[in-house]
Structures are given as structure tokens and as C-alpha cells.
């Protein structure tokens, strides 16, 4: 299995991890592009651990970025098979992580950007144990008419997403909600007017107070 990492920021009270949010990049960045937003997160979460893990593979369309799966081919088939493989490395990546800072998966959130937030939304509710909740900005729920035979946990989920986007359609985010709520997991979601394919200070407030109720509950 393939070993992640990317850049991280402790507890910002200086004492042991009693929380851990995952940040999980769009396709073509890498850890570097969501890590900032962990000293913003932490003015509400001081006792939560930030890690921004770099994605397995290289962009098939930049010479710079990392992807967590190939976008090449965008049929139902082949998205379903690269988050399918995604979702192993990534939930290997998150046992180590609580393992390591000897937390339990009710202390875990992510929180995904893009196909970031696809891959959240796929592997939070198929894991054993339930997580604390997924934040998920401008991305799409992949495979939603398989949810309800794979589902094994219920964590909360807010979606955030720009009206405007260009890259996910906007569209995506009913979609989302409409197959999260129809297996019973609790939605929120915001569709922020005039915001493209970005994350802007509502948005990352949504967040913020999301992750607040639920790593602090």
C-alpha cells in the first residue's frame, strides 16, 4: 500500500491531539493547497491536529500536481474504479494517523476540496466506525445509487459549493445532498451565489463552525 504524507500542523495550545482533521486537495494541487486553511480552522480547534496528505499519483494533466485518481476518463465505470482504489490508500493513510496519535475515529473529520471532496464522500460513510464528519467543498457524490448497499456508518456531512463553478457544475451539489439524505445521513449545504470553483470566507466559516459542533460535542 502506498505511504502517504504532506505537511501538518500540531495542536496550536501546544498539547497532545485530542482531534485530527484530514485535508483532502482537488485534483492537480497537492497537501501545500489546503494546508493554510488549518491556522484558521485552529482558532476554533486549538487541540486538533491538521495533516494535509500529497495525493499517490502524479496529474495525468499537470507537471506539478498530484491526483488521487485518473480524470481521463470520466464514465461512471472508471470514476468508480479510481475512487474504489483511492478509498484504500486513503483509509490506511487515516488508521495510521489515529493510530499514531492514539485517537479514536469519532475524534477524525475531513475535509475535502473537489475531487478531494469526492473521495471524502466515499469513504466516510463505508468505513467500520464512524468518523466525526465530512466537510466537502465544490465536489460531487460519486456513485450514489451504490450508497445504500455500501453504507456502514452515518457521519454528519455539510457541502459547500460555488453557483458559479465551472468545473463541478453547481448541479452536483443537490445531487449530493438528495443521495446523502436518502440513506439517512444528516446534510447540510450552502450554494454560495457568484463563486467559481474556490472556497470563500462564508464557505470557510460554514466549515469552521461545522467542525466545531462536531469535534468539541
Not at 502524479?58 to 485518481?69: A, H, I, K, L, V
Not at 466516510?124 to 460519486?142: F, K, N, Q
Amino acid at each position: 500500500m502506498m505511504d502517504l504524507d504532506g505537511p501538518r500542523q500540531p495542536p496550536s495550545n501546544g498539547k497532545k491531539a485530542n482531534g485530527l482533521v484530514i485535508l483532502l486537495h482537488g485534483y492537480g494541487a497537492d497537501g501545500n493547497d489546503l494546508i493554510g486553511l488549518a491556522p484558521m480552522i485552529a482558532r476554533d480547534l486549538p487541540e486538533v491536529e491538521f495533516v494535509s496528505p500529497h495525493a499517490p499519483f502524479p496529474c495525468e494533466m499537470s507537471p506539478y500536481g498530484r491526483q488521487w485518481f485518473s480524470l481521463g476518463d470520466r464514465s461512471k465505470e472508471s470514476m468508480l474504479a479510481g475512487v474504489t482504489m483511492a478509498s484504500q490508500v486513503l483509509n490506511a493513510f487515516i488508521d495510521e494517523e489515529l493510530e499514531k496519535n492514539n485517537l479514536s475515529p469519532d475524534r477524525l473529520a475531513l475535509v475535502g476540496f473537489s475531487q478531494g471532496t469526492m473521495l471524502s464522500l466515499f469513504v466516510g460513510p463505508r468505513r467500520e466506525t464512524p468518523i466525526a464528519g465530512v466537510v466537502g467543498y465544490s465536489g460531487r457524490l460519486i456513485a450514489p445509487e451504490l450508497l445504500a448497499q455500501d453504507i456502514k456508518t452515518k457521519p454528519p456531512v455539510t457541502l459547500i459549493h460555488g453557483a458559479s463553478d465551472d468545473m463541478v457544475p453547481a448541479s452536483s451539489l443537490e445531487d449530493a445532498v438528495n443521495g446523502l439524505t436518502a440513506v439517512g445521513i444528516e446534510t447540510s449545504s450552502e450554494l454560495r451565489p457568484g463563486l467559481g470553483h474556490s472556497i470563500d470566507e462564508e464557505g470557510l466559516n460554514i466549515g469552521c463552525a461545522f467542525l466545531k459542533r462536531v469535534l468539541t460535542s
